[in-house]
C-alpha cells in the first residue's frame, strides 16, 4: 500500500471507526463498505469536512452480484459503487452499499451533495432497478418508458420480455411478446487440406 492510500485508510477508520463494515486495498485503490443507515451521513463527511473534500463524484453504479464469484458469494444481492476524487488531495475513494431489501432495493439518493450523482442514480435505477430514496425525478434514462424489468440483472432473459413494433394498422407503436426462437450458431470451419497454400490460389 502507498503511503498516500495508508493515511488515508488510517483517516478513514479513525473518523468512522464501527460505521465501515470494510476497508479494503486491491490493486493501489482504497474501497470503503458503508451500512445503508450510515451511507448518506458518510458521503457528506467524505465531501466537507478537509480531512477528505472528496469534492467530485466521477461515477456511480449499480452492481448484481448474484452468481458473482461463480456462486460461491452469499450475502445481500444489490450494491451501489460510488468513485470520489479529491482534487485538493490528489485521492481517489470507492465507496459501496448494498441495499437491505433484495425484493427491493433502495439506498439514499446523494444528489443533493453532488449534482453528478442525478443520471447515474437514473441509470442505475433503470438497469438494476435501485430505488434512490429522495431523489427528485428518479425514472427511467435508458430504456423506454414501458419497459418492463431491469436489463442489467443477471437473472433478465437475453431477449427480452416484449418487444416493440410500429404498426402500420393501428398507426402507432405496439408491444408485444418476444417472438425471437433461441438459436444456436455453429460457426464456419475450413477444413481444406490445402488452405493457406498459394499454389492452389
Known amino acids: 500500500m502507498s503511503a498516500k492510500l495508508e493515511v488515508l485508510s488510517q ?17 493501489g485503490e482504497l474501497t470503503i463498505e458503508v451500512a445503508p ?12 469536512e478537509p480531512d477528505f473534500s472528496f469534492e467530485e463524484l466521477i461515477d456511480l453504479c449499480g452492481v448484481d452480484y448474484l452468481s458473482y464469484g461463480e456462486g460461491a458469494r452469499s450475502g445481500k444481492r444489490f450494491a451501489t459503487v460510488v468513485h470520489l476524487l479529491s482534487i485538493v488531495h490528489n485521492a481517489r ?3 459501496r452499499v448494498f441495499a437491505d431489501d ?31 430514496v429522495g431523489h427528485e ?27 416493440m413494433r410500429y404498426d402500420p394498422d393501428q398507426a402507432r407503436v405496439i408491444y408485444q411478446p418476444v417472438t425471437i426462437e433461441p438459436r444456436e450458431n455453429t460457426p464456419r470451419i475450413v477444413r481444406e487440406g490445402a488452405y493457406g497454400d498459394p499454389a492452389h490460389g
Open 137 to 163: 425525478d428518479l425514472r427511467r434514462i435508458l430504456t423506454d418508458y414501458g419497459f418492463i424489468g431491469h436489463p442489467f440483472r443477471k437473472d433478465f432473459p437475453i431477449s427480452g420480455h416484449v418487444e
Open 93 to 95: 475513494l470507492r465507496v
Open 37 to 48: 443507515c450510515e451511507y448518506y451521513k458518510v458521503m457528506q463527511v467524505l465531501r466537507d
Open 102 to 132: 433484495d425484493a427491493f432495493p433502495a439506498v439514499a439518493s446523494v444528489t443533493d451533495l453532488w449534482k453528478s450523482a442525478n443520471w447515474f442514480e437514473r441509470e442505475s435505477f433503470d438497469l438494476y432497478g435501485i430505488a434512490y
Open 11 to 27: 483517516k478513514l477508520q479513525d473518523r468512522f471507526g464501527g460505521n465501515l463494515e470494510s476497508v479494503t486495498n486491491a490493486l
